[in-house]
């Protein structure tokens, strides 16, 4: 399987502050990769740097080519999706518009409104409510999708499960691997060691900004002590 991201001694800043000490991981086409680990490690930051929102160094190969230093919205034009924990909705504009916002403009597109609306039946119910009243359920459900509009082919998501009923973290997990089954790729910032392990062909898990273990979800039910050290509360 050849990778599709490849990101290779990432260091990140917060102003002087240095969060990220040399991160390597990778992506392959069509893969599930979870990023795991406590709060506070630099999961988010790492997905936000190879998304162009931090100051780093180092080198981030996406589809064979350099993107480190690009502005973010080139980074999503060249096809990698990004869904941030905060949700960022437009409040005011109802479900439909919002994704018609991020709408890709293709014929080639693997991704349209009603495939939205198949995806989560929610959202077509809700296509005329304004985004800000809907619960934090249906806003990730937005969100995703919104971000699916611009055709990705590779999605990262940050903490789709947080705050969310079980049910509905179990219908996140099968919505990923319906991803997976239209070619996109997934890098999947996860706190819920359940999730990752049942859908995750690999897994990295993180400690004090940088990745402390890299293997299959197997490999880290065997590792008593990377999960004691870095993954148990």
């Not at 518009?97 to 890709?104: A, C, H, P, W």
Request: with cysteine.
């Amino acid at each position: 399987m050849s990778d599709l991201l490849e990101v290779h001694d990432l260091h990140a800043f917060y102003g002087k502050s240095h969060v990220l000490h040399g991160v390597n991981l990778r992506v392959g086409r069509g893969e599930i990769v979870s990023l795991l680990g406590r709060n506070g490690v630099g999961r988010s930051t790492t997905v936000k740097a190879v998304m162009g929102q931090l100051d780093a160094t180092g080198s981030v190969m996406f589809n064979d080519e350099q993107i480190l230093g690009l502005p973010a919205f080139r980074i999503a034009h060249k096809g990698l999706g990004y869904v941030p924990e905060s949700r960022d909705i437009f409040p005011t504009l109802t479900v439909e518009q919002n994704l018609l916002l991020g709408e890709k403009k293709t014929k080639a597109s693997r991704w349209s409104l009603d495939d939205m609306y198949q995806m989560f039946p929610r959202l077509r119910e809700r296509q005329h409510t304004q985004a800000g009243v809907l619960s934090g359920g249906e806003q990730q459900m937005l969100t995703l999708c919104r971000t699916l509009m611009g055709d990705p082919d590779l999605i990262m998501i940050d903490e789709p499960t947080e705050g969310l009923a079980p049910k509905i973290v179990e219908l996140v997990a099968e919505y990923l691997l319906a991803l997976k089954a239209r070619g996109i790729s997934v890098l999947l910032v996860e706190q819920k060691l359940d999730i990752a392990m049942k859908i995750s062909e690999r897994v990295y898990v993180m400690g004090r900004g940088t990745i402390v273990f890299e293997g299959t979800p197997a490999e880290l039910r065997e590792n008593a002590i990377v999960r004691k050290e870095w993954l148990e509360v």
